[in-house]
């Protein structure tokens, strides 16, 4: 069992910078691969934005958020953050952390087991 608690998101202007947080609980997170993914309103699926592996590090990203958006983590606290910049309109959307044993499919929210309640991120123009 995995538990999962987002934090950070907010009401921010076009070109602003937010930070998302991820705590994981559990006896075995890092096993698991942990992604952020997001969805925005009127939409139904969850689009991946980053993932990474506990175990290996390192980081995967959306080509929509690559050379803005930068995930790490801190394995003392069991945290991954999120680090948004030059934040869009486009970006406005709930962002949900996830965990799944499916690392080679860490794109895929519907490989993911566990997730977080989510945190909204609204991007004004």
């Known amino acids: 069992q995995v538990q999962l608690v987002e934090s950070g998101g907010g009401l921010v202007q076009a070109g602003d910078s937010l930070r998302l947080s991820c705590v994981a609980s559990g006896r075995t997170v890092g096993r698991y691969a942990m992604g952020w993914f997001r969805q925005a309103p009127g939409k139904e699926e969850r689009e991946f934005v980053a993932a990474t592996r506990w175990s290996v590090g390192g980081a995967s990203y959306a080509d929509s958020v690559k050379g803005r958006f930068t995930l790490s983590r801190d394995d003392a606290k069991n945290t991954v953050y999120l680090q948004m910049n030059s934040l869009k309109a486009e970006d406005t959307a709930v962002y949900h952390c996830?965990?799944?044993?499916?690392?080679?499919?860490?794109?895929?929210?519907?490989?993911?087991?566990?997730w977080g309640q989510g945190t909204q991120v609204t991007v004004s123009s």
């Open positions: 996830g965990a799944t044993l499916a690392y080679y499919a860490y794109a895929d929210s519907a490989r993911y087991t566990y």
